[in-house]
């Protein structure tokens, strides 16, 4: 193997490109991880058609192995005829959990569809992170159209991915059929999942939230007639620890469920 050596800072990575450190930090994942066999967490889910607050869900969930859990419901739904099956659903978002999952890039099929390179270093909290960006083009004709990125934030000291900043987009997506001679396509994904070290020192899923943006059209016509955004976060919680709703994205959530409240 040629040695690369690739400035970040005051840091010098030596010997092993940005991929081979990805391969690494892949092999250390049964060291690093732990089996989440039950745990707790507080899921909503905001619906907009064209900004106004079509439909919305909230719950305190238990999520055991493929198992999901809710309780303390609260929903609210309108504009049916505009709703998109597509990630519609918890079980759909716990799909970027890429290190349970073994999605995107954490398996021998996918991990060569991406290509990465050194970003920079950064420390937070007397911690020394490497972080990694990778891009995938989806269409080749249109690179500069459907490229989907990656922003992957590395331990150095122990080789543990923290998180995962991913986009994916497309200019000519599928389409789908709604209804009525209405169809819908995908035109943005994207997302967070983060990982935590737990008292026993290994990294358990921590966060996870995702942003999908789709337009709607009329068969054989280009003309899209309304947009639609659908925004899932997962916030895990101690066990039992049932008080303050532990909402990150603030202004999402109450454009949701402005209805709700008043």
């Keep these: 193997m040629e040695e690369e050596r690739v400035m970040l800072s005051s840091l010098t990575i030596r010997s092993l490109s940005a991929k081979e450190y990805i391969k690494k930090c892949i092999g250390k994942i049964p060291d690093n991880y732990k089996d989440n066999k039950t745990s707790e967490a507080f899921y909503w889910q905001s619906t907009r058609l064209d900004e106004t607050p079509s439909e919305f869900f909230e719950s305190y969930v238990t999520l055991s192995k493929n198992n999901i859990l809710y309780d303390s419901i609260i929903a609210d739904t309108e504009h049916m005829l505009y709703h998109v099956d597509m990630f519609d659903s918890l079980a759909d978002v716990l799909k970027f959990d890429v290190i349970n999952q073994a999605s995107m890039f954490v398996n021998e099929d996918n991990l060569n569809d991406w290509r990465y390179e050194y970003s920079f270093s950064s420390e937070a909290d007397n911690t020394r992170y490497i972080v990694i960006e990778a891009s995938k083009t989806g269409n080749p004709f249109k690179p500069n159209q459907n490229m989907n990125t990656l922003t992957i934030f590395i331990n150095s000291t122990n080789y543990a991915i923290e998180r995962i900043d991913f986009t994916y987009r497309w200019t000519d997506g599928k389409r789908y059929y709604s209804h009525d001679g209405l169809e819908y396509s995908m035109t943005q994904f994207s997302g967070t999942v983060e990982y935590r070290k737990t008292e026993d020192q290994k990294y358990s899923l ?52 402005k209805k709700l409240i008043h």
């Design 206 to 257: 921590n966060y996870l939230s995702t942003d999908a943006e789709f337009v709607f059209m009329k068969n054989y016509n280009l003309v899209v007639l309304d947009q639609s955004r659908v925004v899932h976060e997962l916030v895990m919680m101690d066990k039992h620890e049932k008080g303050e709703k532990p909402v990150v994205r603030w202004n999402e959530y109450l454009a949701g469920s």
